[in-house]
């Protein structure tokens, strides 16, 4: 023991933390204490917090019990006793004083070595050649335990073959003779090891009997080739295809010769998707049908190559964010495994956590591994994730960590200011803190200046953080004016003043030679709890109130020195911690000093409790919920929950429209989820409810959100290829749309081809809303492959099943003889006809039309003629025709030159 020196420990001393250990391990079951030591005790309370070590929001208070696991050891140690790995986490000492707030902060962590379940034991396994066995490695820990297998000594050589499965099982497939031996599995977590073994024993498989009559499969294509799969379609036997009830498929890569995996294809469908394929590897393929027991020939070997595959960035990991200042977050992480020679950029995801706010996500883009984030809110908690992504695409967010922004001075002032006269020289000043929003920090004191209204100087006073918020400024002057402004006070500074708030002294003081009349009282009561309420006296503007006395008491009413005294301005007092079903005596008056003060003036009650009830406290349902589409097939749903009592979760509930999918609800304590695996462009309803027990809140109202568009996601349905009815060499294809489109089908994508051994396949789009396609001009008598794909606005959907046509022969008609052709020759003739009808109308139409036109020329050309010939011969040649004739008495003598007429008579 070392006894500090005094003024170590002296009251006005600062308030600090003597000692901590940050990092403190227990293995599971025994008991751990956790020291706090603040630097004095004088008016120091200490309470403590706990942070699990799997979720670094769910920070809630420890309820500490002298009997449970629990305890304090001391005045301010944590005693945790019989640990178990849900204890693991962060433990904040919170230490509080009058005037000083620190914190000290441990990390626990509840260890418990490897050990393998109770219930296993080291057995011997049998299996057959290229068969497939799964050993398991069922070993307990926390923190969990790395996992490594050895075969009779030697590590494990993990590929193709032979792969470890995410709960540390090692699978075998394409098991050969040479797999046999003992396969041993090691798990450790830096506090010990733990060992099982397998005796693996592989036997020949029993070859099952060959029956010829089942045929041989024929050509085998490869319809869809992906980087970890390939979509495989073939040719039926022609002998046996009736009989044959499925379809083995072996493959192997193309450098191990004796090593297959089979793959199964039931119902006699002819064609199979091979997954758990290896990029840029070729595969080796061999079909045979099957009926039973029985197998029939193997195909020939086909080779394809899967492509390789789309290298994006992994997942990014080590991320922390730390706040730099009021409106600035350092984040940083470990650079994403490089995948690929491209270029990489981070992009990093801020959300505001706060629900007063509904801003959606930010972003932000960078090539280093470091970044600040600017123009934040002022103490507020912001949740950051970070994904790699290059020319691929992006890769998987990290896992999200929190950080809240440093306080700064408030940017709005206290609310609802009221300055009342208390007396001649006094004034009584309340208000309410500033919004949330605007206090950006902890609130520890407020700053109060006030002046007489006539003077431009004022005074100050600092006011700690306290309800109500009040002060009562004295020695002031009678029946004057003053002026209050306020504002709040955090670590960083002064905030913003309010407006100033005007109130007036009295006069003269309200006289006391008069006692207060009596109050009007009402009251309410619980099982445990009853409260007074009252209004002021009728004489209160007239006489002097110095207070109000209060009591409830089970017995007898309490004389008025032992009742509760309450301020001349405070109308309201509960009593708790009382007994249900008891009559209590209560009474409320007002007092002042007068000398004529009795008990006449208390306002009594008799008041019973109520009876108590079953401890079913209410739940309040969750406000505020948000919905935001994060990809093609998930939905984050976030809210906010006004009851903050302790063991509250709540539910969420996912519908979607129409009632296509059956409805999810989950179970979380957080106060958002992500729901997956929806389908994509598809509507879906949510809401969410509080639970605490067995008690529920209302389901909160629902909202309504759309998945992102996908690529279809499976073929279109009922496909079909028939022969035209007017020509044998066209096709007319017809379908359904996908039974999971998942969007609006843009478009349809028919491919044909002559031939499924790597023939070139021909491509006609087709509108979406059509579904019919006619394939004109194809040869005659010739066989055709057909398949069919939907497209959305993201991409194609799968192809079809490959359906097949062969086209017919067109004979001509003079050698037909027959009815169809007979049929042929009469449109011919009806045709012609109406060919002829319509030359010989147009022809006609064109001679009349020529006829008239002849006719005006002629018209027109006598007309001039005559025109010319009605001049007199008397005026000579000097007149010309443009000039007028000279005026004559008497009608105009007309006459013909001897010549001209007999011309004209020629004409006639």
């Known amino acids: ?248 498929v072996f493959y192997r890569t193309a450098g191990n010769p004796h090593r297959f995996k089979v793959a199964e294809s039931a119902n006699s469908e002819n064609q199979l998707n091979v997954t758990g394929l290896t990029p840029d590897t070729e595969y080796v393929f061999k079909i045979r049908p099957t009926l039973r027991a029985t197998v029939g020939l193997f195909s020939r070997e086909f080779t394809f190559p899967t492509i390789a595959e789309v290298r994006k960035p992994g997942k990014v990991t080590g991320v922390s964010a730390t706040p730099v200042s009021a409106n600035h977050i350092a984040v940083s992480w470990s650079a994403a495994a490089e995948v690929s020679d491209e270029p990489v950029v981070y992009e990093i995801l801020l959300d505001d956590t706060s629900f007063e706010r509904s801003s959606r996500p930010t972003t932000a883009e960078t090539s280093t591994t470091t970044y600040v984030l600017s123009n934040l809110e002022e103490w507020t908690t912001y949740s950051v994730v970070v994904r790699a992504r ?108 309010s407006g100033w708030a005007s109130g007036k002294t009295l006069l003269v003081d309200l006289p006391e030679d008069e006692p207060p009349a009596k109050v009007h009282l009402s009251w309410s009561a619980t099982a445990t709890t009853i409260t007074l309420k009252w209004t002021p006296p009728a004489n209160h503007n007239t006489t002097k109130i110095r207070a109000y006395l209060a009591s409830c008491n089970p017995i007898y009413p309490l004389p008025p020195e032992q009742a509760d005294q309450l301020d001349s301005r405070q109308f309201e007092i509960t009593f708790s911690n009382l007994l249900p079903e008891n009559n209590y005596f209560c009474y409320v008056m007002a007092w002042n000093a007068s000398p004529k003060m009795t008990d006449i003036n208390k306002v009594q009650a008799k008041v019973t409790t109520q009876p108590r009830q079953p401890r079913q406290l209410p739940v309040k349902e969750p406000e505020s919920l948000k919905l935001f589409p994060l990809a093609k097939d998930s939905i984050s749903v976030r809210f906010m929950s006004p009851d903050a009592s302790p063991g509250v979760h709540f539910q969420v509930r996912c519908q979607a429209v129409g009632g296509q999918e059956p409805e999810r609800v989950v179970n979380t304590s957080q106060t958002y989820y992500c729901f997956s695996g929806l389908t994509p462009a598809s509507e879906y309803l949510f809401d969410v409810r509080s639970v605490r027990g067995q008690v529920a809140s209302p389901w909160s109202l629902q909202m309504q959100q759309t998945t992102e568009q996908d690529a279809p996601g499976d073929a279109p349905q009922y496909f079909s290829v028939t022969t035209s009815a007017t020509s044998v060499v066209t096709a007319v294809l017809s379908w359904r749309p996908p039974s999971r489109p998942n969007g609006r089908i843009t478009a349809y994508i028919v491919s044909y081809s002559q031939s499924l051994d790597g023939g070139a396949w021909a491509m006609d789009p087709v509108d979406g809303p059509v579904l019919q396609h006619a394939v004109p001009d194809l040869r005659e008598n010739t066989l055709y492959y057909f398949k069919v794909q939907a497209k959305t606005a993201v991409g194609p959907g799968p192809w079809s099943d490959i359906k097949t046509l062969t086209t017919g022969v067109a004979f001509p008609a003079s050698q037909s003889g027959g009815q169809h052709a007979e049929d042929e020759i009469q449109v011919g003739i009806r045709r012609q006809h109406v060919y002829i009808i319509i030359a010989a109308v147009i022809g006609a139409s064109l001679v009349v039309i020529c006829l008239i036109l002849a006719f005006i020329v002629c018209h027109v050309f006598t007309n001039t003629t005559n025109k010319h010939r009605l001049i007199p011969m008397q005026y000579g040649p000097m007149i010309s025709q443009h000039q007028q004739p000279p005026q004559m008495k008497g009608p105009t003598d007309l006459w013909l030159h001897p010549s001209d007429s007999g011309q004209q008579q020629q004409q006639q």
């Open 1 to 248: 023991v070392t006894v500090l020196p005094k003024t170590g420990v002296a009251g006005t001393s600062e308030l600090t933390s003597l000692w901590g250990v940050d990092e403190v391990e227990a293995e599971t079951g025994d008991s751990v204490t956790l020291e706090c030591c603040p630097s004095h005790s004088r008016n120091v309370s200490v309470s403590w917090r706990f942070t699990p070590r799997d979720d670094s929001r769910a920070t809630s208070p420890i309820v500490i019990s002298s009997g449970g696991r629990l305890s304090l050891v001391g005045r301010y140690n944590l005693r945790v006793s019989q640990t178990t790995a849900t204890d693991s986490g962060k433990y904040t000492c919170v230490i509080q004083a009058r005037d000083a707030y620190i914190t000290s902060t441990t990390h626990l962590l509840v260890y418990s070595a490897p050990r393998m379940s109770a219930d296993h034991t080291p057995e011997t396994i049998s299996a057959s050649v290229n068969g497939v066995v799964k050993l398991p490695c069922p070993v307990q820990s926390y923190p969990p335990s790395d996992v490594i297998w050895h075969r009779d000594s030697s590590p494990v050589q993990f590929g193709e073959f032979f792969q470890m499965k995410g709960d540390g099982s090692l699978e075998v497939s394409g098991l050969q003779m040479g797999d046999s031996g003992m396969y041993q599995c090691t798990g450790g977590n830096g506090f010990g090891y733990a060992s099982t073994y397998y005796t693996l024993i592989v036997t020949p498989a029993a070859e099952p009997t060959v029956d010829p009559d089942l045929g041989r499969v024929g050509t085998v294509l490869a319809v869809t080739i992906s980087a970890r799969f390939i979509q495989l379609a073939w040719q039926k036997p022609l002998e046996g295809a009736v009989r044959a009830r499925g379809f083995q």
């Open 390 to 497: 290059n020319g691929h695409g992006f890769g998987d967010y990290s896992e999200p960590v929190w950080a809240r922004t440093y306080s700064d001075v408030p940017d709005l002032p206290p609310e609802a200011i009221r300055v009342a006269a208390d007396s001649h020289a006094s004034l009584i000043v309340s208000w309410r803190p500033p919004p949330e929003e605007g206090r950006n920090g902890l609130v520890d004191g407020y700053m109060v200046k006030y002046r007489r209204s006539k003077d431009r100087t004022f005074q100050s006073q600092k006011v700690p953080a306290r309800h109500p918020q009040e002060l009562l400024l004295t020695d002031l002057e009678k029946d004057t004016t003053y002026q209050v402004s306020i504002a709040a006070v955090t670590v960083n500074g002064t905030g913003v003043f």
